[in-house]
């Protein structure tokens, strides 16, 4: 597929108490998932929006699917599905009635609306709500509606602020089988959270944002060149001493008295020689662990250079 669905180039924006974003830049793959994350007041939000054609930064500029968002913005609403932040339902509507009114907003028929809907909430457990009021619901049934009008439209690409907030277990496991069925169909995505664990089951790219400052680009998908190995000790006295004898030269974190980290490789035979060296100095090694590099690993990277920094 290739090339970049989303693009945003020096993102400046002010609200009245301050400056939001400071000349933010990021890109998003076509047909793959890329998770902005960052603490609460980041400025997530703010991007999400302005890439929607919601918001005007007062300098910079946002590119959806190769269309200037600030030159024509209704275009990009016909592109993008975008869940906000805060969901706005009326009282006293059916979700059915949701559904259908945002699928005869971008030209579906009300036969075409009717039978698009019927197939999105199947999709997202809403068949027994379609005729419920949306003012009922509960905050994870309106999560679901919400993110069903954002597919009413069959977005080429979707802006998912926080789309797992209010959810259940059942519910999360749900949508992340479904953006990534998305995916698989060729959407793109931008999804955020500040709840890493949410993100790492799909994510393909990370982009980290912090006091409105883009501060790390990420593939999480990207062939690793090395990794980090987990091994768990028993009977182990004095970790550290015993793990700087039997690895010299290695990079190794202590995390409990009886568990460390080793830095290696990627390569199943340098992973071999370590597991022979720690064995061969004594120590019982009741578990050796290489993992994949994961959303949080890159995350709290930017964490440990900023305070180096």
Known sequence: MGGDALIAEGLTFDYDNGRALHAASLTAPKGEITALVGPNGAGKTTVMRILAGLMRPQSGRAEVLGVDV??????????VGYLPDFIGLWDGTTVARHLEHAGRCVGLSGAEAKLRAEKIAETLRLTEKLDADAGALSRGQRQRVALAQALMKKPKVLI???PASGLDPEARKGLSELLRALKDGGSTLLVSSHILSELDDYSDHVVVIRGGRIVRHASL?????TQRIEVAFVGADNLSAALAAALPGRT???LAPDRAEVEAPAAPEIHAEILAQLIAAGLKVAAFSPRRRRL????????????AA
């Open 296 to 307: 949080q690993d890159a995350y709290f990277e930017t964490e440990t250079a900023e305070d």
């Open 221 to 225: 998908t990207a062939e690793e060149t």
């Open 70 to 79: 600030a030159h024509d913005p209704r275009a990009v609403h016909q592109m």
């Open 252 to 254: 190794v974190r202590v």
């Open 160 to 162: 998912l602020d926080e």
